[in-house]
């Protein structure tokens, strides 16, 4: 199945504030779990990736971690900035090799 | 020295026109995708070639049509345009069939 959805949809927060977003996805073959970040009238663009012989991995403000039984990957922004706003989107691959892109968060980061 | 780079970025025609976009990747990559992004921001595949040999194609209507001159190009042409056509439509590449997908700024297409 290619099955890809994102919690929440939308996500407020003020500056400062940590922001977790969810993806669940259907494929047991999927062993590649990225994040894309598109600002608004941009192209997305790839923020961190892990694959599945990992659980975790951080880049600075922005984590992702990964439970393969429960099928699903959570990205993790802590001391959020305005520039943080964007809409973000998760992409597992497939069995047939094709990375599927999930629903899409959108966030929004008060100063 | 823009890495994938696809033309024109914007395109305005009336229903029942033929159109095409192209895209260009200087990254030296073997893998290259068109994606559509609708009006709800979402995203799907549409077509990926790896080495020139179409290797993924979605259920999309006989009027889009993909050519992959060469590794480094992938055109879209589409026939006989519909208001339902209208979204912006990018271009990516990537080594491989499963890694990091390097768009282009998007083509927005408006059908009237």
């Known amino acids: 199945g290619e099955n890809v959805e994102q919690h929440p949809s939308t996500l407020s927060v003020q500056e400062g504030d940590s922001a977790v977003i969810k993806c669940t996805y259907s494929d047991s073959a999927s062993n590649y779990f990225p994040w894309y970040k598109q600002e608004l009238g941009k192209r997305p663009q790839l923020i961190i990736d892990i694959r599945s012989n990992v659980g975790e991995k951080k880049d600075q403000r922005i984590a992702v971690t990964l439970n393969k039984t429960a099928k699903h990957f959570s990205l993790h922004i802590t001391e959020t900035q305005p520039e943080d706003s964007a809409v973000y989107f998760c992409?597992?691959?497939?069995?047939?090799?094709?990375?599927?892109f999930g629903t899409g968060t959108r966030l929004l980061v008060s100063p | 020295d823009t890495a994938v780079s696809q033309t024109p970025k914007y395109l305005v025609t009336q229903m029942g026109n033929d159109k095409s976009i192209k895209c260009e990747q200087n990254l030296g990559h073997d893998t290259m995708y068109w994606y559509k992004q609708d009006s709800k921001k979402f995203l799907k595949i549409m077509f990926s070639y790896n080495n020139k040999e179409l290797i993924i194609n979605e259920t999309v209507p006989n009027r889009f049509s993909p050519k992959s001159p060469d590794k480094a190009h992938l055109n879209l042409h589409i026939n006989s345009l519909e208001l339902g056509d209208s979204a912006v439509y990018f271009c990516a590449s990537s080594l491989g069939r499963i890694g990091e997908l390097f768009f282009g700024e998007g083509s927005r297409l408006t059908v009237l």
């Open positions: 992409a597992p691959n497939t069995g047939f090799q094709k990375l599927v």
